[in-house]
T-cell receptor, first 113, second 117 residues
C-alpha cells in the first residue's frame, strides 16, 4: 500500500534560519509528488508539485523540493524562513490512475520572530 | 465560483443522527475528491468522482458513508447513524480533468468540522 512519512512532527526555527522538511514515500509506480501548506485559519493550498522532468522543483514563496528517486524522498527546503511561514506542511503522493492523494501526517513549523 | 466552497462550516450532531455535508467545486472541474482529516493527522482519502460517477470509493470506512454527485457539479457526503469516531474535518477538493494518467493539482475547500456528541 502507498504511504507517506514525514519525519518531523514539530519544528521550531528562528527567522532567517534554513529549513528542510523530510518526506519519504512508498509506492511502486510512477509518482506525482506534492507539498501543501495550511496557514493558521486557512485551507490547504499547493506549495509545489513534481510530475516529471527536473527533479528540483521550485514553488511559491521561495520554497523548493528535490525528488530523489533512489531514496524515495521529496524533501522541502527554504534557505531563509520568515515568521509568516508558520504553518502546517503536508507532503502527498498522487496516484496516477485516479489522482487521489496520500498524505503524510504533517509537520508543524513555528518560526520565531 | 472563485474557489471550492463547503457547507456548513461547522456541524454538531448527536450520536446516531444522519448528516449531509455539501461541496461546491470550482466551475469546470470534473474531478472531485472527499477527504477526512482527524486532529494531528494528514487528510485521508474517502472517495473520488469523475463527472457524476464515483470512480474510486475505496476510502469510505464503512457502509454508513455515502456520497453523490448527481449532476457532475455539487457533491453531497452523507453519513448515517453517526458515531463519535466520525468527528473530524471533512475536506473537499476539485481538479481539472485528468489526462495521460496525470494527477492534476487539487484545490481544497475550507472543510466542514463535524462533531458528534
Amino acid at each position: 500500500a502507498q504511504s507517506v512519512s514525514q519525519h518531523n512532527h514539530h519544528v521550531i526555527l528562528s527567522e532567517a534560519a534554513s529549513l528542510e522538511l523530510g518526506c519519504n514515500y512508498s509506492y511502486g509506480g510512477t509518482v506525482n509528488l506534492f507539498w501543501y501548506v495550511q496557514y493558521p485559519g486557512q485551507h490547504l493550498q499547493l506549495l509545489l508539485k513534481y510530475f516529471s522532468g527536473d527533479p528540483l522543483v521550485k514553488g511559491i514563496k521561495g520554497f523548493e523540493a528535490e525528488f530523489i528517486k533512489s531514496k524515495f524522498s521529496f524533501n522541502l527546503r527554504k534557505p531563509s524562513v520568515q515568521w509568516s511561514d508558520t504553518a502546517e506542511y503536508f507532503c502527498a503522493v498522487g496516484s496516477g490512475n485516479t489522482g487521489k492523494l496520500i498524505f503524510g501526517q504533517g509537520t508543524t513549523l513555528q518560526v520565531k520572530p | 465560483g472563485a474557489g471550492v466552497s463547503q457547507t456548513p462550516s461547522n456541524k454538531v450532531t448527536e450520536k446516531g443522527k444522519y448528516v449531509e455535508l455539501r461541496c461546491d467545486p470550482i466551475s469546470g472541474h470534473t474531478a472531485l475528491y472527499w477527504y477526512r482529516q482527524s486532529l494531528g493527522q494528514g487528510p485521508e482519502f474517502l472517495i473520488y468522482f469523475q463527472g457524476t460517477g464515483a470512480a474510486d470509493d475505496s476510502g469510505l470506512p464503512n457502509d454508513r458513508f455515502f456520497a453523490v454527485r448527481p449532476e457532475g457539479s455539487v457533491s453531497t457526503l452523507k453519513i448515517q447513524r453517526t458515531e463519535r469516531g466520525d468527528s473530524a474535518v471533512y475536506l473537499c477538493a476539485s481538479s481539472q480533468p485528468l489526462g495521460g494518467g496525470k494527477a492534476d493539482t487539487q484545490y481544497f475547500g475550507p472543510g466542514t468540522r463535524l462533531t458528534v456528541l
